[in-house]
């Protein structure tokens, strides 16, 4: 009987899902479901200020999405974007997700988001969306902005800005949004920017984005301005116009794992900008201007870790790293910033006159086309680097019959000063010793009267203060 009823339970669970002959049975496709002001879909969570909330998941497919009955909205090819759009408002104020299938989207206009914890996100780069040539539009194909509007994002597509041919905008604007989030994101040809986040007038703390690939801006390839703890992650910006990452205002930021190649100006350039890290830079090289430029009014920024080769081809601020104006308290450590090519990267680092309590310590100097180093102010504390020698030591002998000897040191420049240490009492009372004359290669040690028969050895170490 036990047996009996153990069948009869598998049979119940099996009978629904296999059909009469056998065979599993295919299920009959269904109309495209019409949205309601509650949507329909899988339920996300969200975390942050907006965590008691789930989200929705709205799909839509491209005109040659594979899989087309599975989405709420279907787009035609033409002004695609007003699709989406309905996609995003029929999520009212709700939180909720935007899918957008694998395929190609063409759109003459932007589509808008400004409620907190919605999402617009693709299939990764099988979802292409294409500003069309026709557009000719001023604005950026995805238009984020709020009034400290938490929890938004996008992420996992190609966004095609087709900047020839628009007036202005391009990929991402945010505005007025916390905590946003732009993963896998691959933006190309924005007329201006292909992404800004611009928080000068409404907040964008705590943005993120992460594993993305920038490329071929018209002016900057990412454009942060007034921002405050923000973090880039292994992003990859490439041939802009201007600069690779553009940043003025905010601060308390990281830049991680990136890489900056072939801009016209800077790779990455800082102006205003207030205890910043650039950490493990991936490549920073073959930029028209500086790598990493530190403009006025920058304060506690720190490069720490990567490579930072071959920049300056332009001949304009032919630097690895560039502290120039009043960009105070900046560290560099650890960095790889040489020359190899014949016309390119002059210094790997150069400090500007006006620029306080720089320090460069443990980095990789050599084979700049000039010198590991240019240091304009005094303040500057320079170690442990190697291509720029900032201390050195060695013995030189003053022989019997003479009161000098002229040293080479081997330092990347004049020494600010050489400590003097006699190694025997010597035959004749030599007197005191004294050092001088010295100049970017050599100096001169001089006692007060010939040692006599047993010369006189002495130690020396010359450093740069």
Same mark, same amino acid.
């Given at each position: 009987?036990?047996?009996?009823?153990?069948?009869?339970?598998?049979?119940?669970?099996?009978?629904?899902?296999?059909?009469?002959?056998?065979?599993?049975?295919?299920?009959?496709?269904?109309?495209?479901?019409?949205?309601?002001?509650?949507?329909?879909?899988?339920?996300?969570?969200?975390?942050?200020?907006?965590?008691?909330?789930?989200?929705?998941?709205?799909?839509?497919?491209?005109?040659?999405?594979?899989?087309?009955?599975?989405?709420?909205?279907?787009?035609?090819?033409?002004?695609?974007?007003?699709?989406?759009?309905?996609?995003?408002?029929?999520?009212?104020?709700?939180?909720?997700?935007?899918?957008?299938?694998?395929?190609?989207?063409?759109?003459?206009?932007?589509?808008?988001?400004?409620?907190?914890?919605?999402?617009?996100?693709?299939?990764?780069?099988?979802?292409?969306?294409?500003?069309?040539?026709?557009?000719?539009?001023?604005?950026?194909?995805?238009?984020?902005?709020?009034?400290?509007?938490?929890?938004?994002?996008?992420?996992?597509?190609?966004?095609?800005?087709?900047?020839?041919?628009?007036?202005?905008?391009?990929?991402?604007?945010?505005?007025?949004?916390?905590?946003?989030?732009?993963?896998?994101?691959?933006?190309?040809?924005?007329?201006?920017?292909?992404?800004?986040?611009?928080?000068?007038?409404?907040?964008?703390?705590?943005?993120?984005?992460?594993?993305?690939?920038?490329?071929?801006?018209?002016?900057?390839?990412?454009?942060?301005?007034?921002?405050?703890?923000?973090?880039?992650?292994?992003?990859?910006?490439?041939?802009?116009?201007?600069?690779?990452?553009?940043?003025?205002?905010?601060?308390?930021?990281?830049?991680?794992?990136?890489?900056?190649?072939?801009?016209?100006?800077?790779?990455?350039?800082?102006?205003?900008?207030?205890?910043?890290?650039?950490?493990?830079?991936?490549?920073?090289?073959?930029?028209?201007?500086?790598?990493?430029?530190?403009?006025?009014?920058?304060?506690?920024?720190?490069?720490?870790?990567?490579?930072?080769?071959?920049?300056?081809?332009? /001949? !304009? #601020?032919? @630097? =690895?790293?560039?502290?120039? $104006?009043?960009? *105070?308290? %900046?560290?560099?450590?650890?960095?790889?910033?040489?020359?190899?090519?014949?016309?390119?990267?002059?210094?790997?680092?150069?400090?500007?006159?006006?620029?306080?309590?720089?320090?460069?310590?443990?980095?990789?100097?050599?084979?700049?086309?000039?010198?590991?180093?240019?240091?304009?102010?005094?303040?500057?504390?320079?170690?442990?680097?190697?291509?720029?020698?900032?201390?050195?030591?060695?013995?030189?002998?003053?022989?019997?019959?003479?009161?000098?000897?002229?040293?080479?040191?081997?330092?990347?420049?004049?020494?600010?000063?050489?400590?003097?240490?006699?190694?025997?009492? /010597? !035959? #004749?009372? @030599? =007197?005191?010793?004294?050092? $001088?004359?010295? *100049?970017? %290669?050599?100096?001169?040690?001089?006692?007060?009267?010939?040692?006599?028969?047993?010369?006189?050895?002495?130690?020396?170490?010359?450093?740069?203060?």
């Amino acid at each position: 009987m036990r047996k009996l009823l153990a069948l009869l339970i598998v049979l119940s669970i099996l009978i629904p899902v296999i059909g009469c002959d056998g065979g599993e049975v295919t299920p009959t496709p269904t109309e495209t479901p019409t949205p309601t002001s509650e949507p329909p879909g899988a339920w996300w969570p969200i975390t942050g200020p907006d965590r008691n909330y789930h989200a929705a998941t709205i799909i839509v497919a491209a005109s040659n999405s594979k899989y087309q009955n599975a989405a709420h909205y279907r787009c035609d090819g033409t002004a695609d974007d007003d699709t989406v759009q309905s996609a995003v408002d029929s999520l009212g104020t709700s939180p909720g997700v935007v899918l957008l299938l694998d395929g190609s989207y063409s759109a003459t206009g932007n589509v808008t988001v400004s409620n907190a914890g919605q999402f617009i996100k693709g299939l990764g780069w099988a979802t292409t969306w294409n500003l069309s040539q026709s557009a000719n539009t001023t604005d950026y194909a995805f238009v984020f902005s709020g009034n400290n509007t938490y929890n938004c994002g996008i992420s996992d597509m190609i966004i095609d800005c087709n900047g020839a041919n628009q007036t202005a905008g391009g990929g991402v604007y945010v505005e007025g949004m916390r905590q946003f989030r732009i993963d896998n994101l691959k933006a190309q040809e924005g007329k201006v920017y292909n992404v800004y986040v611009k928080g000068n007038t409404l907040s964008c703390n705590g943005f993120r984005m992460f594993n993305s690939e920038l490329t071929g801006a018209g002016t900057d390839n990412l454009r942060v301005q007034a921002v405050w703890n923000w973090k880039v992650y292994d992003t990859y910006m490439q041939t802009a116009t201007q600069k690779g990452l553009n940043t003025s205002g905010g601060g308390e930021c990281l830049v991680h794992g990136c890489s900056f190649d072939t801009n016209t100006q800077a790779g990455a350039y800082f102006y205003a900008v207030s205890r910043g890290t650039i950490a493990d830079t991936r490549y920073c090289g073959d930029n028209g201007r500086a790598g990493i430029e530190f403009a006025s009014t920058c304060l506690d920024m720190t490069v720490n870790g990567g490579e930072v080769n071959d920049n300056g081809s332009s /001949g !304009t #601020n032919p @630097y =690895g790293v560039y502290v120039k $104006g009043t960009a *105070n308290n %900046t560290q560099v450590y650890n960095i790889t910033a040489h020359n190899n090519d014949t016309v390119h990267q002059d210094y790997g680092v150069y400090i500007g006159a006006t620029a306080v309590n720089t320090v460069v310590k443990n980095n990789g100097l050599s084979y700049n086309t000039v010198a590991g180093v240019y240091n304009g102010n005094s303040t500057s504390i320079i170690r442990y680097n190697k291509g720029y020698v900032t201390e050195n030591s060695g013995t030189a002998t003053i022989a019997n019959g003479s009161t000098s000897i002229v040293v080479t040191h081997g330092l990347a420049t004049t020494p600010t000063d050489v400590t003097l240490t006699p190694k025997e009492q /010597g !035959t #004749n009372d @030599y =007197g005191r010793l004294s050092w $001088g004359s010295g *100049n970017s %290669t050599r100096f001169t040690i001089t006692c007060s009267a010939d040692p006599g028969a047993s010369n006189l050895d002495v130690n020396w170490y010359a450093f740069i203060d």
